[in-house]
């Protein structure tokens, strides 16, 4: 699929999900056999989808994915909710993010940045911290916040532990819940 192509397919998609009163949040194509079209929505109010909103925006997708001729007829259209540890790949997602805690995979270390973090910080390109700010070109993260964990109280003995990392040294990002599963 072409660029331009893609362009005019989240554009369409953008508008079905919205008169939906959804959010478009994310979409992937893969040119696998069949071709796989992923479509990830967003309720705002609820920041999820359920599966009911799920299904009203693929019966509300198909006709028009249908009727574009360029799309084969194979095409395997999965429409589905982020998720709870959702990828977080451009700064609207990280906003949606906010006070939430995150995981960042760096392509660089903190320690000249920040040489009064601990060492296990400094080296380390791997972090999680809850999400405190965002705008066009960084965010900021706390990471005395979740230096422990599995605290539980939310505490942390590190003082002036939050940072600031720019989006192009960010190679993935994901929320990171703290989930209390019970069984």
């Known amino acids: 699929m072409e660029k331009k192509d893609l362009?005019?397919?989240?554009?369409?998609?953008?508008q079905v999900v919205k008169?939906?009163?959804?959010?478009?949040?994310h979409l992937e194509y893969k040119q696998s056999r069949p071709p796989l079209l992923r479509v990830f929505i967003l309720n705002e109010k609820t920041n999820t989808a359920t599966i009911e909103e799920c299904e009203i925006v693929d019966h509300a997708l198909t006709p028009f994915i249908d009727?574009?001729?360029?799309i084969t007829q194979q095409l395997v259209l999965e429409i589905s909710s982020p998720g709870i540890y959702r990828e977080l790949l451009r700064p609207s997602h990280f906003q949606l993010?906010?006070?939430n805690f995150i995981k960042?995979?760096?392509?660089?270390?903190l320690e000249d940045k920040y040489p009064e973090l601990p060492n296990k910080?400094?080296?380390?390109?791997h972090l999680r911290g809850k999400l405190l700010a965002v705008?066009?070109?960084?965010?900021?993260l706390d990471l005395g916040i979740?230096?422990?964990?599995?605290a539980g109280d939310g505490t942390s003995s590190i003082e002036n532990s939050i940072i600031t990392i720019a989006f192009k040294e960010i190679i993935k990002a994901n929320v990171d819940p703290d989930v209390k599963w019970q069984y």
């Open 7 to 14: 362009e005019q397919l989240d554009s369409l998609i953008s």
């Open 19 to 25: 008169g939906c009163g959804l959010t478009l949040y």
């Open 67 to 70: 009727n574009l001729e360029w």
């Open 97 to 99: 993010a906010l006070n």
């Open 104 to 109: 960042l995979k760096l392509n660089v270390t």
């Open 121 to 125: 910080f400094k080296k380390n390109r």
């Open 135 to 140: 705008d066009d070109e960084r965010v900021t």
């Open 146 to 150: 979740s230096n422990n964990k599995n």
